[in-house]
Structures are given as structure tokens and as C-alpha cells.
């Protein structure tokens, strides 16, 4: 399954909004440097979802990520 992900990096507070089943919006405390946002999007939906097999498909250095899941 792929996930579209808005994703704001250096956030005050971390937040989750689900604005449909394959689209999230997040907030990260960490910053965009050294991977830190990426590593911790991925926890993220690696919790939602219950599974470990989550990947980046696309977006690494953007805002506006696709991301696979698989159970």
C-alpha cells in the first residue's frame, strides 16, 4: 500500500492529522538534517500501521513524500 505524506519538519509539537485513508499530514520536532525527520515520519507510520515494513518510495529531500507499506 503507498501513503502520501505532508510533512512539516521542526515543528513545536508533534502531530498526525488523517485527511483520508491514504493521506497524512505530519509535524516532526526534528529537523530536516542528517535524515532525523525521515527516520522518525517512518516510526510514525511504522506505528499506525503495526508493521516494520515501511519505506520511503519517493521524497527524500521534499515536504511531499510516498510511502510503502506492507503487512
Same mark, same amino acid.
Given at each position: 500500500?503507498?501513503?502520501?505524506?505532508?510533512?512539516? !519538519?521542526?515543528?513545536?509539537?508533534?502531530?498526525?492529522?488523517?485527511?483520508?485513508?491514504?493521506?497524512?499530514?505530519?509535524?516532526?520536532?526534528?529537523?530536516?538534517?542528517?535524515?532525523? !525527520?525521515?527516520?522518525?515520519?517512518?516510526?510514525?507510520?511504522?506505528?499506525?500501521?503495526?508493521?516494520?515494513?515501511?519505506?520511503?518510495?519517493?521524497?527524500?529531500?521534499?515536504?511531499?513524500?510516498?510511502?510503502?507499506?506492507?503487512?
Amino acid at each position: 500500500m503507498y501513503i502520501k505524506i505532508k510533512v512539516k !519538519a521542526g515543528a513545536r509539537e508533534e502531530k498526525v492529522v488523517k485527511k483520508s485513508d491514504d493521506h497524512y499530514d505530519i509535524s516532526v520536532r526534528e529537523k530536516a538534517e542528517a535524515n532525523a !525527520a525521515n527516520r522518525r515520519i517512518l516510526e510514525i507510520i511504522s506505528d499506525i500501521y503495526k508493521t516494520k515494513k515501511v519505506r520511503i518510495i519517493s521524497g527524500h529531500h521534499e515536504p511531499g513524500k510516498i510511502i510503502s507499506v506492507e503487512n
